[in-house]
Each structure stands twice: as C-alpha cells, then as structure tokens.
C-alpha cells in the first residue's frame, strides 16, 4: 500500500500543470498582439462613428480642410508662376520687337488676362495717353507725365504682385498651426487613455492602445498637412521674387520709353574703352 501511495505521488522535482498556468496573462502574448491592432486608422475611424472621441474628429476634419486649401493653392500657384515663367521673355521680346507701339499695344491686348507682363503694358499705355489727352488742363500741371506715368507703372506693379501673392499667407498659417493642431489631438488622445485607465482600473494595453494609436496618427497627420505648406511657401515667396525684379526692370524701360518715346538700351562693354565707342553708342528708339 505504501508503495502504491508513493508511486502516485508526484515527483518533486516536477510541476503538475494547472489552468491557471495554460491561461494567457492579460496584456501578455497573444492579448498583447490583438491590442495593438486598435492601434490604427479603423480603431481611429470606429471611435468618430460612435462618438467616443468627438474632439479628435474635430481636429481630424480641421486638419483635412487645412490640407485641401493648402494643396489648392499648391496647385494654382505652381501652375501660374510655370505659366508666367514661360510666357514672360515671349511677351516682353513681342512688345519691343513690334514695329509701332500701336501694334505693340494690341499684341498686349490679346495676351491671357492672367498675364501680368502685358498688363503692366496696357496700364502704363491708358495713363500716357489719358495724359496726353489731357494736357495743358489740371491734371498736366499738378503732375507731369513722367510722374504720371510712374504712379500708374507702381500701381499696375504692385496689383501683380498682390495677385502672385494669393495664398501665401495661407500655406504660412499651415505650416506653422498645423503641427499644434495635430499636438491638441495627441493630448486629447493620451488624456483619453488615462480615462481608460481610470475606467477599467488597470493599466493593461488593451486599455491604452487605442487611444494611443489615435495620438500618434493625430500627430502623423499634422506634420503631413505642416510639412508640404511650409516647403510650398519657400518655394514660392522664392519664385516671386525673381518675378519681382522682372516687374521692376520692365516698369523702367516702360517708363523711359512711354516718357521719352525711347528705351534707354544697355551701354555695350565696349563704349566704356574711350570717347570713339561712346559716341557710336546710341539708344534705339521704337517709332
């Protein structure tokens, strides 16, 4: 009997294997894999359908329009600055090349109305010949046509620039609101996960991981809306201001000839050499 009692029992150096120990530990393996699947644009997009985190929807659809507008001008900015890059030797070349000023005046005239070049041209045209039409009343003595023509060359000049300009100051709020935007969605979403804590009473994963994973997207999405603003913005403020200085020396040679009926052309190196050079150096002048 005793040796029948002795074989039954176990041995001990050997533990009998229990329920307890087959269980999986909360927040452990496989629980642990399971809980970081929440940890996703579905757990994200689950949680605005039933309303349980209706501060992150807010920031998220915030986040999405500031991308939308942002891209828009991306977009229409590109665009119109390519198109006057392009088109702006072609209608500068086509306006002194041009035999009469009348001819050159209609050739502007026939340019695409988001063409700033042929738009400074027509402005300075109306005032010299408003001037002209003008003269010898009021308006000839209070300014002469120099002056007038230049108040119209800077008005025609700054109302371009303005036009390339549009939704600058836009891609600048973007690009430096977005990221805090997408911050107030990362507190939002670890202040919800201590809700969670508080709520179940133990800091497992299952408890953390999809408010967490709702943070970090909210993080991602606004450094993703943040980053092309602001590389858009440099790009562009650094685009215009080659545009800029074109408006500014073509305003001069408008000036000059609308004023004196010629364009003052560049002296040639070669006039600088001695008094023989400089003498056959002469402005052309368009008739």
Known sequence: MLQEASSTQPDAGTIPPTDAAAAPIPGMGGGSAQALQQMGFDHLFRSFIHGENWVGFIVFVVLVVMSVMSWYYIVRNFLTNTMIRQRMEGVMSKFWDTSTAQEAIR?????????????????????????????????AEALNRSEFIDRALRQAVARESMRLEAGLTLLATVGSAAPFVGLLGTVWGIYHALIGIGASGQASIDAVAGPVGEALIMTAIGL???????????????????????????????????????RVEAVPAAAVAGPRSTAAAAPAAKK
């Open 107 to 139: 050739a502007m005239e026939m340019q695409p109305k988001s063409e700033p070049f042929s738009k400074i041209v027509l402005d300075c045209a109306f005032a010299a010949t408003h001037h002209q039409r003008h003269e010898g009343s009021r308006l």
């Open 224 to 262: 993703a809306v943040a980053i092309p603003a602001v590389m858009a913005y440099n790009f562009f403020v650094r685009t215009n201001r080659t545009t800029y200085a074109r408006f500014d020396e073509f305003a001069h040679d408008l000036h000059d000839f609308f004023t004196t009926g010629a």
